[in-house]
């Protein structure tokens, strides 16, 4: 399939495709004698999972650094990160859920220190009775 239906299938557009290729997270397709891309059912995929790590707040260089091990085997499932097939993958995973960690924490003392400031509860403190 083209770039415009590959990347409607994957839920996303053109431009990222071509983004997320010229980044190293998608293989260079196969062209067509006139030069257009051509997009298989496992590119689809592999987008697919790009975008759903990307959501789930991995950056660019983390996904482009577990790239050669998105491929998968059983269709429409993320592959197990702990599993043998990944050993660097989930170090990747596992510092950027330090940082995610790290930014709540951040967050969290952030909406108390407004809380106060406004006489609110804070999150972790009961509501007043009403």
Do not use: W
């Amino acid at each position: 399939m083209r770039i415009g239906d590959a990347a409607a299938a994957a839920g996303t557009t053109p431009r990222a495709l071509r983004f997320y290729e010229q980044r190293g997270l998608l293989t260079p397709p196969p062209r067509t004698a006139a030069g257009q891309r051509e997009y298989g059912p496992g590119e689809v995929n592999r987008v697919r999972i790009i975008r759903e790590l990307l959501a789930l707040g991995l950056t660019v260089e983390d996904v482009r650094r577990c790239a050669d091990r998105l491929n998968l085997l059983d269709g429409d499932t993320l592959p197990a990160y702990g599993g043998e097939g990944c050993p660097r993958t989930t170090g990747v995973a596992l510092r950027r859920l330090e940082v995610l960690d790290a930014e709540i924490e951040r967050l969290v003392r952030l909406r108390d220190g407004l809380a106060g400031r406004l006489g609110v509860p804070s999150r972790t403190e009961p509501a007043p009775p009403r």
